[in-house]
């Protein structure tokens, strides 16, 4: 297909005529859909598309994505055969939802990987030389009654030909990654990526929550990991074949002296900069940390040296690729992502800064004015047509003719116990003002999620926090819970909330003190293993910024540690 491009330059001088070209291909394909026919009766004229279709959410279009993917025809919603689903994350929605898609959308990934591919060599020296450690997971894909895969975007790219065929220097072979154990995943790709640490030039996973976990993971298994180097064995409870057979060949024999590194780097008390440590050449994070990933960036800060950029590369959901951080040594909150126009046809609508209120007029990709807020709405390849997609973003920058965005949060996902309203940006912030205070702290935070509670009088704000020491961090026996240092948390957190929220608290029957509640290590993996249960992929995983429902809420509930309230309401 001539559609796909891969020169930058060419791409974002000509996004006006690029995105037209999308819109006619795809009305031209999907004219005669059973859905588009309702509003458009077989015209495939651009302007009548935008008069006549309707903006929708993922609710309006399931009946009709659900139809096919009960065995109805394609051309239901769709001109271009509909040959699998993808299954999304819904972490920040709740609900999962599933994607029709088709081999464009790995077109698509292909298009973006070689321009990534491209950017970072330009910033990083030798990155094409060496090799990637990136922790990818696989996920079990099932299929739709009607035969077809479903899968999380990811796995279902990593099965198929268009990922074979794409230049990988990646520390783990394809085997390990597709092993469906997460465990044994896990730790062969550490394995994996230890034995060739003198080689590692990015260490990664798509977003940070999940590298986190891994380091996390690498806390438990340092010693037995050593031991597997030092004598050239991989541990027996590791039973997947593929993955055996794969580091039998990368161990390559007993290495006692990467163990000892191995041991003597991990053994230290304080774990700061341990991933520079075992990895010296690593050149940069190579992890999403924008949005709800934010708070993970003190984590990744301390785990990794100071020096070592965090590179949130991509923008993209199950719906579409967006596109790409051109520079990827901006600090997190300076990131940007450049929209691809030959990705898919996005139209973007003007929402207030708070995305609550109003909304405003529909324009183009080209056509999107610096400074303001937009939600963006996808028409695809694969059946979907001006579906939002429930993410706010500003617009920052245009390079050659082509906006680019800051990703600046899920819509819909707010606290509110009494009129005020809080958005995750605002959510973000607070967190910001608690990491300030903790930073004075022997503590860390290493997750956060949040719970408007009102089954107290009046609703008052709960933070979930898991903390560790930042020197000695193996036991919650040794976690130095300062009441003085966390009511200071309680405090930095209200005071950096909204106006509606501050004023709300002021009056202390309207909202309560904000509660901390620290909870025991490892319980974010729990609440991860949880969403996993339920469907969710490891790899797309992020830690939803509130809960709402009782079961994820109760994760939390059964391992909190202590309580700490805010003992005064913040000015006004
Ligand atoms: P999924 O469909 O499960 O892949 O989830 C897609 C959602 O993940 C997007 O709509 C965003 O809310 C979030 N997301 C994806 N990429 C980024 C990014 N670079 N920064 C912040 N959030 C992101």
Wanted: glycine letters at 6%; proline letters at 5%.
């Amino acid at each position: 297909m001539s559609r796909v491009g891969c020169d930058l330059e060419e791409l974002t001088s000509n996004a006006k005529h690029i995105q037209d070209d999308v819109l006619t291909k795809i009305l031209k394909a999907d004219a005669n859909t059973e859905y588009l026919q309702q509003f458009l009766q077989g015209s495939s004229d651009k302007e009548l598309f935008k008069k006549n279709v309707p903006v929708v959410s993922y609710e309006d279009v399931k009946p009709y994505i659900d139809r096919v993917a009960n065995g109805e025809p394609s051309d239901i919603i769709s001109g271009n055969p509909i040959t699998a689903f993808f299954l999304s994350s819904g972490t920040s929605s709740g609900n999962l939802k599933i994607f029709p898609s088709n081999n464009i959308y790995y077109e698509n990934i292909q298009t973006i990987c070689t321009i990534a591919s491209v950017t970072m060599s330009k910033y990083f020296d030798g990155f094409k030389q060496g090799k990637e450690m990136r922790f990818t997971f696989f996920h079990p894909i099932s299929t739709t009654p009607c035969g077809l895969p479903l899968g999380p975007v990811m796995t279902s790219f990593t099965k198929s030909e268009h990922y074979r065929s794409l230049a990988k220097n990646s520390t783990s072979p394809d085997k390990i990654i597709l092993c469906p154990d997460t465990k044994q995943s896990m730790y062969c790709q550490l394995l994996c990526g230890l034995v060739q640490r003198d080689e590692v030039v990015s260490v990664g996973a798509m977003f940070a929550s999940v590298l986190v976990q891994v380091i996390h993971f690498l806390e438990s298994y340092w010693k037995e990991l050593a031991n597997n180097i030092r004598c050239g064995h991989v541990s027996e409870w590791v039973t997947d074949l593929s993955c055996r057979d794969s580091l039998s060949i990368l161990l390559g024999g007993p290495n006692p002296e990467l163990a000892d590194l191995v041991e003597n780097e991990c053994g230290q008390k304080s774990w700061q900069g341990i991933v520079s440590r075992l990895w010296p050449k690593a050149k940069c994070i190579d992890t999403i940390v924008t949005g709800t990933m934010a708070q993970y960036i003190p984590a990744l800060e301390f785990y990794c040296s100071s020096e070592l950029p965090l590179v949130s590369k991509l923008y993209a959901c199950s719906e579409a690729l967006f596109g790409l951080n051109l520079e990827p040594l901006n600090k997190p909150q300076h990131v940007s992502y450049t929209f691809l126009p030959n990705m898919s046809y996005f139209e973007f609508i003007d929402v207030d800064v708070d995305g609550l209120t109003t909304e405003g007029e529909i324009v183009d990709l080209v056509n999107v004015k610096l400074g303001h807020y937009y939600e963006p709405l996808v028409t695809n390849f694969s059946g979907l047509h001006r579906c939002r997609v429930g993410d706010v973003l500003q617009v920052t920058g245009f390079y050659n003719m082509t906006p680019q965005f800051r990703f600046v949060r899920r819509k819909n996902t707010v606290l509110s116990v009494y009129a005020e309203s809080t958005t995750e940006e605002d959510l973000l912030k607070a967190l910001a003002s608690a990491t300030v205070v903790l930073e004075s702290s022997d503590l860390m935070l290493t997750g956060f999620t949040c719970y408007a509670d009102i089954s107290t009088v009046p609703g008052h704000y709960v933070f979930y926090m898991e903390l560790r020491a930042k020197v000695n961090n193996n036991s919650n026996n040794d976690l130095p819970l300062d009441n003085k240092v966390l009511v200071e948390c309680c405090c930095a957190m209200e005071e950096s909330l909204n106006g509606a929220y501050r004023l709300s608290r002021s009056k202390d029957e309207h909202i309560g003190a904000l509660e901390i509640r620290v909870v025991q290590q490892g319980t974010f993996d729990s609440l991860m293993e949880f969403y996993v249960s339920r469907g969710s992929s490891i790899t797309q995983y992020k830690t939803p910024m509130c809960i709402i429902s009782a079961e994820p809420l109760k994760v939390l509930e059964d391992n909190v540690l202590a309580r700490f309230f805010s003992d005064k309401s913040p000015p006004i």
